[in-house]
């Protein structure tokens, strides 16, 4: 149970991740795709520098991730997060991209795949700057072809709770944009990131030094999902999903202001 900061002032909040009723609670009064994003609350006027939210779209040329029904994850993440930026400075928020571009961030990396891994994600921290949220947009893909379905991830060793928070608002959102459009997708939940099982542990890029969560969005390993990733309407309700959940972290208040 924690207290959360709302409009209407401090309430109680009981942190249910993946439940049934989390869709309804993570969209309040946001309505449907096209209706107005919440209301932004400005970044800090003390730092020049400051935006409302980084975001980072996943990979680049040089580490391609995901592929599927002739796409590629880095292609697709960085069409999703340029959409999910326009919407959000449509409705005043302030919003950097760690990478505009499908070059790497980092100017040169290691050899080692996860030491490389490693500083291309501490680039994009950096390029983040004086955030105070961090979202890393992803499509997901299993040697198992018939996965599907939408995840988040935090890491509960990196502002445990803010992380929840902000990550079940998207989770939430992303579900019932693509359920507007006539996809139900499986909810694989807001998860930890050690439940991934990467050799490193905690994925490198929820470490930095704000809440961050990384979306899963859709499989392209799954020969549906990834087909679908093919039409417009679903990168479109893919961000409308994700920045209405920022949106709504952001808008209605919901960081952690006591335990």
Do not use: C
Request: proline share 5%.
């Amino acid at each position: 149970m924690w207290r959360v900061l709302s409009g209407r002032g401090f309430v109680a909040v009981a942190l249910l991740v993946s439940s049934a009723a989390w869709p309804a609670l993570a969209r309040g009064t946001m309505g449907i795709a096209g209706e107005a994003l919440a209301a932004p609350v400005p970044a800090s006027a003390h730092q020049p520098d400051a935006v409302d939210v980084a975001l980072d779209p996943g990979h680049s040329a040089w580490d391609v991730g995901a592929t599927g029904a002739g796409l590629a994850e880095y292609q697709l993440t960085l069409d999703v997060a340029n959409r999910v930026r326009a919407r959000l400075e449509e409705s005043g928020y302030r919003v950097r991209q760690t990478r505009t571009d499908n070059s790497r961030v980092a100017p040169s990396v290691p050899r080692d795949s996860i030491e490389a891994t490693r500083v291309e994600q501490e680039a994009r921290i950096a390029a983040a700057g004086a955030a105070p949220i961090y979202v890393s947009i992803h499509f997901n893909a299993h040697p198992n072809r018939s996965l599907r379905g939408t995840e988040t991830y935090f890491n509960k060793d990196n502002f445990h709770s803010e992380s929840v928070i902000l990550g079940t608002a998207i989770h939430a959102e992303l579900l019932g944009a693509l359920h507007e459009i006539g996809y139900t997708p499986v909810d694989r939940g807001v998860r930890e990131d050690l439940t991934a099982g990467k050799p490193y542990g905690h994925f490198f890029s929820l470490r930095g030094p704000f809440p961050s969560v990384l979306v899963e969005s859709l499989f392209l390993s799954n020969p549906t999902e990834s087909e679908m990733l093919r039409q417009d309407s679903v990168l479109e309700a893919v961000a409308d999903g994700i920045a209405r959940g920022i949106a709504r972290y952001l808008g209605d208040g919901l960081g952690i202001m006591g335990g």
